[in-house]
Structures are given as structure tokens and as C-alpha cells.
């Protein structure tokens, strides 16, 4: 089984190459990345020299790429893990996030509906749907983006929508929840707590902190999308979520205690333009399928925080030179 993996170097794509390898013996993955500041190889040195993977740097909008690759490796199943993906980038931003999300997604979709790929997964977010106060999202929620990000992504997956309908394509659409594990860059709010803490310093907790976020360890994700490969069907959306819910002022004090800090290190700072409140997805569709999720939010940051301990090699690098620059700048608004 040939699968193409776009956005493999970057935090999920690059979890889900490792968890392809371990999970699929006949499996034979081109990773396709075009090497953005968040994608890094050391996230994949450990199978760099796999015979059943290989890497190439390219950018998923880039028409004649696409055609070239789906013509050279004709994939079985294209797992659309390319995105920019961080909210306050994008608000300051906006068109990197546009030209990966909704003209990359077009340009793989086309390639898909030229070569007749028998599988397309789209990796999406639940962001899509914008904020619920009360209650979960369905997979027939209306899109209802409030960030660049998110409309951008909600653009892809508009696109994967009409292609079922108007060329009848394979595929499958996911929208999950906010991801937690190890190699997330340090910029989302949990590494970025954590690495902060580690270095000494205090964690930037925006608005009132009582928004609330669904969260999901990076394996479970893996098989999540794993049993969609196997039983989902073609040209429905699925949504995966876990259910486990917290505001960010409990999920930063969990972070403290398990780091032994104290509360003097949360720093209350401006909040983000258009920070929606509450994300919550109903994630029954996906359960019905056999697949729940095996780790507890408090597992889940249990391992990551002693990835992150033990890794420090990885991140310390990230958090200077680009990285420090844009720091500076997200926070001159406050
Ligand atoms: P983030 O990890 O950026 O994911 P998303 O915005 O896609 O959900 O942020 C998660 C939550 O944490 C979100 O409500 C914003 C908040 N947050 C902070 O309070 N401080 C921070 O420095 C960051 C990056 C996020």
C-alpha cells in the first residue's frame, strides 16, 4: 500500500509516518513537505533511513510537483496532513495559510480526481465550525470560521465536499479537536507552557483563560484516522474528539502541578482577536466504527511533559533565532 503523506515533517504527519511504519509491514510512504519554520526532520530521524519511507521537499500548491509525484508514485491513499496551523500566526499572516489549505487542498484533489487515487483523507480541525457555547458540533454543523486560519481550512474542506458531490472522489473528511503529545512545535499552548516552565519563565495566558478546548493525545488520533482507512466510508465526514473538555486556567495549573510550579508563574495577557470560547465535537459517528480514545487528558500530559523533559535537544533550538522574532512580535500587542 502506497500512501503519500503531505506535511509529514510536521507535528501529526510526522507522528502518523512513525505510526504507519510500526502498524503497516507492505506500507511504502512518500512524505511531501515543504519544510515550513514547523516542519523539522529530527521529528523523523529515527526512520529516516527506513527502506518503506521516503522524504521529498515540495509544496503541495505547486501544480507541476503534484503531477509529477502522482504520476511517479501513483499513491494508494493521500493523507492531507499539509497546513499551517497556528491561529495567532495567521492573524498576523493570513495568505501562507490561504495557499496550503485551500489551493494545496485543490491542487491534491485534482491530481486525486486525474489519477483516480482510491483514497483521499483530509486532515481538518474543528475550528471550522467556529465557537459552541453549549452542546457539541455534528458533522453537519455550519462552517462558521472566526480566524484566518480556520476559514482557510474550512475552504479545503469545502473543496473536498464538492469534489465528492460533483466528481464523486473518495473521500473522507476529519475534523478533530486540539491535539496534545510529542514534537508540537512550541508555539500552541501546551509545549509552549511547558518549555517556558522548563526554561523558568512564565506562561502568557490569554483573556480570562475560562476558554474551553477538547483534547486528543497524538495516538489515539493516529488510530482514529487509522480505522477510518479501514472502515470509514467514502465521501462522509467524520469528527474526532474525546470528549475531554477543560478551560485553560485548570489545563495551565495541571501543567504547574505536574511541573511543580506555583500560580505566580501564570502571566494573564491580552486575549486573542476573535478567541472562540468553547470548542466541542460530537465524535459518535467515529465511535460507532469501533475506535475510542485510550488516554485520559491527565495520561496524555503526563507523557508529554516528560517528552518534553527528556527532549530538550529538540525544542531549545526552536525557541530561539525565527522563533524568538515572532515572540516578540505576537506579544507587542499586548
Ligand atoms: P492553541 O494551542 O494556539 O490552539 P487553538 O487556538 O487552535 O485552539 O491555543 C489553545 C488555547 O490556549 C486557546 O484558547 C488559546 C490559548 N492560548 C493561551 O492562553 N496562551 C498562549 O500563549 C497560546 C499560544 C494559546
Known amino acids: 500500500m502506497k500512501f ?9 504527519g510526522s507522528n502518523m509516518i512513525r505510526y504507519v511504519l510500526n502498524t503497516y509491514q507492505d506500507c511504502s510512504i512518500l512524505n511531501l513537505d515543504k519544510m515550513t519554520y514547523a516542519a523539522n526532520p529530527k521529528n523523523l530521524k529515527d526512520v529516516s533511513n527506513n527502506s518503506r519511507y521516503r522524504f521529498m521537499k515540495g509544496d ?6 503534484i ?3 502522482f504520476g511517479e508514485f501513483d499513491p494508494d491513499i493521500v493523507l492531507n496532513y499539509a497546513a499551517e496551523s497556528h491561529v495567532d500566526r495567521s492573524i498576523m499572516d493570513p495568505k501562507a495559510f490561504l495557499v496550503t489549505a485551500a489551493l494545496g487542498t485543490y491542487t491534491l484533489l485534482e491530481a486525486t480526481r ?3 487515487t482510491p483514497r483521499f483523507i483530509q486532515i481538518s480541525t474543528d475550528e471550522v465550525f467556529g465557537s459552541i457555547e453549549q452542546g457539541s458540533f455534528t458533522e453537519t454543523s455550519c462552517f462558521e470560521p472566526n480566524s484566518p486560519y480556520s476559514a482557510a481550512k474550512a475552504g479545503g474542506d469545502l473543496l473536498c465536499r464538492a469534489y465528492i458531490k460533483t466528481y464523486n472522489l473518495p473521500i473522507i473528511v476529519t475534523h478533530s479537536c486540539n491535539f496534545i503529545g510529542p514534537y508540537q512545535y512550541p508555539e500552541k499552548v501546551i ?4 518549555t517556558n516552565l522548563l526554561e523558568g519563565k512564565k506562561v502568557p495566558l490569554y483573556g480570562d483563560g475560562k476558554n474551553v478546548r477538547e483534547w486528543i493525545y497524538t495516538e489515539d488520533h493516529c488510530r482514529a484516522i487509522d480505522a477510518l482507512m479501514q472502515k470509514g466510508v467514502v465521501g462522509e465526514v467524520y469528527n474526532i474528539g474525546t470528549g475531554q473538555e477543560i478551560q485553560n486556567i ?3 495549573k495541571k501543567i504547574l502541578t505536574l511541573l511543580g510550579k506555583g500560580e505566580e508563574m501564570i502571566e494573564p495577557v491580552k486575549d486573542r482577536p476573535a478567541h472562540d470560547r468553547r470548542y466541542s465535537i460530537d465524535s459518535s459517528k467515529l465511535r460507532a466504527l469501533g475506535w475510542k480514545s485510550e488516554y485520559s487528558l491527565d495520561q496524555a500530559l503526563e507523557k508529554t511533559i516528560k517528552w518534553y523533559q527528556t ?3 529538540w525544542w531549545k533550538p526552536l525557541k530561539s533565532g525565527e522563533y524568538l522574532e515572532y515572540y516578540n512580535t505576537q506579544y507587542q500587542r499586548q
Open 4 to 12: 503519500l503523506i503531505t506535511g509529514g515533517l510536521g507535528f501529526m
Open 60 to 65: 503541495v500548491a505547486d501544480e507541476d510537483l
Open 67 to 69: 503531477e509529477k509525484v
Open 114 to 116: 486525474a489519477y483516480k
Open 191 to 194: 509545549p509552549l507552557f511547558i
Open 250 to 252: 485548570d489545563l495551565t
Open 311 to 313: 527532549h530538550e535537544d
